[in-house]
C-alpha cells in the first residue's frame, strides 16, 4: 500500500510539472483526491502554483452528492481558497467544508469508521447484515442503504482501500483495531464480487429473490430478516436520552449491538475533532452531506444533552 501511494504520487508529481506552465497566473491548481497528503502533493509542483494550489474533494457521484472538501495546504492563498468556494457554492450549488490535511480527510475519515465500527459490533453480537441495514438505515436518519448496501453501492474494493489507507497512515490512533477488512470482505473482493458493479458483492440477485452473504456459514442466504420489533420500538423513541438509556439497558443483542455503535462514534469524534476539522459543525455538515444523515454526530450529541 505504501508502495502505491508513492507511485501515484509520482504519477502526480510528473502531471504537475508537465502542466504547469500553461495555466493563467491567477489559474486555481487543484486535485481532486480522497486521500492523498495535500502537503505532500504540494511539496511536488513546481513553486510558481503553489500559492494556488489545494485539494478538492468530490463526492461521488459528484452529479448527487452534495458535500465538496476543500483541503489547503501550508502555500495556499487565503484569496484563491475564498474564490474557489465562492464558486463551487454559487456556481455549482456545492456544501463546502474546509478539512484538514489528515487521512481520508473529514467525511470519509468518520463515515468509514462508522461503518467499520458497525461491521465490528456486528460481529460482536452476532447480528445478520440484512438485519443490520435494516436497524441503520431511515430507522437512524439515514439513508435506505444504511452499512452494508452502501458498501456495495461504493465497490468493496473501494471500501477496502479507504481502509487500507487508513490502517497504513494512521498507526498510532487509539481505534487502529478497527482499520482493517475483514477475511470474508477480503474473500469477496478476490472472487470478483465488489458489490454493484459486478452485480453481486454482499447481496445478489438471483431472478426475484434476493440473497446476503453470511459470513459464519460463507455463503450466501435470503435476504429480508428484520430487527426485531421490541428494539425497533426503541428507536422509535422521540426523546433521544430516554432512547439511547434503553439501548445501553437493555440486554437483546440488536439494542447492544446499536448502543455499541454510536458510543464508538460518539467517542471517535470527541477525540479526534481538533485534529481533524476546523469545528464540530464541520463534521456535521461533512457527514450529513456526504453519507446522507438526517443528523451529523455532534449534533445527535447536543439533542441528547438538551433532551435530560
Known sequence: MIEAIAERMDWKADLYHKVAPFPGEHTIFATNTSGLSINTLAENCPESVRPRFCGVHFFNPPRYMHLVEIIPCVTSDAGILDNLERFLVTTLGKG?????????????????????????????????????????????????????????????????????????????????????????????????????????????????????????????VGAGEKGDDAVKDILKIANPAEKFKKLRDSQHPQAQFLWACFRDVFHYIAYHLAGIANSARDVDFAIRWGFGWSAGPFETGRRLVGSK
Open 96 to 220: 463546502v467544508v474546509r478539512a484538514k490535511d489528515t487521512p481520508n480527510f473529514v467525511a470519509n475519515r468518520i463515515g468509514v469508521f462508522s461503518m467499520l465500527a458497525t461491521i465490528a459490533n456486528a460481529e460482536k453480537f452476532g447480528i445478520r447484515f440484512d438485519v443490520v441495514d435494516d436497524l441503520t438505515g431511515p430507522r437512524l436518519g439515514r439513508p435506505k442503504s444504511a452499512t452494508f448496501r452502501t458498501a456495495d453501492v461504493v465497490g468493496l474494493d473501494t471500501f477496502a482501500h479507504v481502509v487500507k489507507t487508513m490502517q497504513d497512515t494512521l498507526p498510532d490512533d487509539p481505534w487502529h483495531g478497527y482499520f482493517k477488512s475483514p477475511e470474508w470482505l477480503q474473500k469477496l473482493i478476490a472472487a470478483g464480487a465488489l458489490g454493484a458493479k459486478t452485480k453481486v458483492g454482499i447481496y445478489k440477485k438471483d431472478g426475484k429473490q434476493m440473497f446476503v452473504f453470511d459470513p459464519a456459514k460463507g455463503e450466501y
